[in-house]
């Protein structure tokens, strides 16, 4: 069955800092992999995505993660934390090849501390 | 602004009863999905549907049931409500039905069972 982990419930960096929010995934076909952000009191945004090609996916608000096949990872960063950064990051996969099903992590908070 | 809105904003009821969310895509989008998101469980995908037509199910209850109207607009209806359903209640649109496309999320329902 596909699952998602997102192993730390929650990851404090200090502003300026570089920031990774981890994440591993299990699927059986090929997978696209997302990454979603969610402010306080409000709806979900879309961060990232890697459906093919290169690992490395660049997204919103200097957002980038890197698609680790070996490692069925897709870990989330950013070079240089910002206070604005502090929301509630979910992961997720899609099974392609199977039953569509979207799986979301549990999702880690991020504090970003000034 | 998503482009996707969701009716009701808020929504308080009590246990047995039936409540029906709304949701309206953005303009053009075909796709349409529907997530519950709680303490207890976390982000959970419901259901998708393209033009009409349902294209994904996820962990949707029995009890719960929902449509992709012509005018493309969704409806997710939840009848024998629980105290456990307690919940907001996303709506996302999307252009394409392959999989990797990007979603656009409502801002919710709060669903509040009494």
């Known amino acids: 069955a596909q699952s998602v982990a997102q192993p730390e419930d929650q990851v404090n960096v200090a502003e300026g800092n570089p920031l990774t929010v981890k994440c591993t995934y299990s699927?059986?076909?090929?997978?696209?992999l997302f990454w979603y952000v969610q402010y306080p009191n409000r709806g979900l945004q879309f961060l990232l995505k890697?459906?093919?090609?290169?690992?490395l996916v660049k997204g919103s608000y200097g957002f980038e993660a890197e698609f680790n096949k070996s490692q069925t990872s897709f870990h989330l960063k950013k070079p240089s934390a910002l206070v604005s950064d502090s929301a509630l990051y979910f992961c997720a996969v899609r099974d392609n090849d199977r039953d569509d099903k979207i799986i979301f992590g549990k999702g880690t908070r991020l504090h970003i501390l000034p | 602004d998503s482009g996707v809105t969701q009716t009701p904003k808020h929504l308080i009821t009590a246990t047995g009863q039936r409540v029906t969310l709304r949701c309206s895509p953005r303009?053009?989008?075909?796709?349409v999905y529907w997530y519950q998101q709680s303490l207890d469980q976390g982000l959970q995908f419901l259901i998708q549907?393209?033009?009409?037509?349902?294209?994904a199910k996820g962990n949707i209850l029995e009890r719960f049931s929902a449509q992709q109207f012509p005018d493309l607009h969704s409806e997710l209806n939840l009848s024998s409500l629980e105290l456990g359903d307690s919940a907001l209640y996303f709506c996302?649109?999307?252009?394409?039905?392959?999989?990797?496309?990007?979603?656009?999320f409502g801002p919710g329902t709060r669903l509040l069972v009494l």
């Open positions: 890697y459906i093919t090609g290169d690992n």
């Open positions: 303009s053009g989008d075909l796709s």
């Open positions: 699927v059986s076909g090929n997978p696209y």
């Open positions: 549907y393209y033009n009409g037509e349902e294209r």
């Open positions: 996302a649109s999307s252009v394409e039905v392959a999989g990797g496309e990007t979603q656009y």
